[in-house]
């Protein structure tokens, strides 16, 4: 919590997958965006962050 003179400003919140259903539909409630997969989710964010180049080890 933020103490008294600290920032009350707006707070943001994300989904987060841990070892997620690839095939789970998933979809905001007020669905503001297209519903897609857990999977394509996965996979667009590691594409943002990794520029979705793949490291085969």
């Known amino acids: ?13 994300m989904a987060f997958f841990c070892q997620a259903n690839k095939d789970a539909v998933i979809q905001g409630p ?3 965006y297209e519903p897609m997969t857990a999977n394509d989710y ?4 590691i594409a943002a962050n990794f520029g979705g180049t793949k490291t085969v080890r």
């Not at 933020?2 to 707006?10: Q, T």
């Not at 996965?42 to 964010?45: I, T, V």
């Open 1 to 13: 919590m933020p103490k008294p003179d600290e920032s009350h400003g707006p707070r943001y919140s």
């Open 30 to 32: 007020q669905k503001k």
């Open 42 to 45: 996965l996979q667009m964010r």
